[in-house]
């Protein structure tokens, strides 16, 4: 916590050597962040940048009310969500209960696999299935947050999670490493 209140004071008062200590601690993070949400990885790393400026010139707002890094990830989130809003990749679905019959029906959970293979997975996603799978699954948001935050129906944001599980479904059962229903060596 005092290594988080000399970072934050430091660039409180714009000390550059300061600003790049915070880069360097928190960027590598963030970007993997950025990257859940943003396909291109130079689009990714743009919006990183975004996010680094309001960070540097929004940080007289961080009050230690929660830890530094979770600050952080909200504002990468939130500049990430803004840049997806411009695209709407959610506007072309169906409503959930219009693929009710193509649902998997079971609640079969992802096997353990590798980071960097299940974050390639998310990667190929169609973006709208991408933003709302990573806020539900892994930021924890709920469907009615999710609908707010991205202006859209709680329906839509029900069925680009479905979606988007179907397709990870689909990508692990055809995919041959996992074949003979264990991954294969490396991917672990």
């Known amino acids: 916590m005092q290594d988080e209140y000399v970072l934050v004071e430091g660039c409180r008062r714009q000390d550059r050597i300061v600003q790049r200590q915070l880069y360097e601690r928190f960027a590598g993070k963030l970007f993997v962040l950025c990257k859940r949400y943003i396909k291109d990885p130079d689009e990714a ?90 806020l539900y699954a892994i930021e924890g948001y709920s469907h009615p947050e999710i609908s707010e935050l991205l202006d859209i129906a709680e329906g839509t944001s029900k069925s680009q999670y479905s979606r988007a599980r179907m397709l990870l479904q689909q990508k692990l059962q055809s995919d041959k490493r996992f074949a003979d229903g264990r991954p294969a060596e490396g991917y672990l």
Request: glycine share 2%; hydrophobic share 40%; with cysteine.
């Open 45 to 134: 790393e743009d919006v990183l940048q975004d996010a680094f400026v309001k960070i540097y010139r929004h940080i007289d707002s961080f009050r230690f009310e929660c830890p530094l890094e979770a600050w952080l990830k909200r504002i990468v989130i939130n500049t990430a969500l803004k840049q997806l809003r411009k695209e709407k990749p959610w506007e072309q679905t169906v409503d959930v209960q219009d693929m009710a019959p193509v649902l998997p029906q079971a609640d079969e959970s992802l096997p353990a696999l590798n980071y960097q293979y299940l974050l390639q997975l998310i990667q190929e996603l169609p973006p709208g299935c991408r933003t709302v799978f990573n």
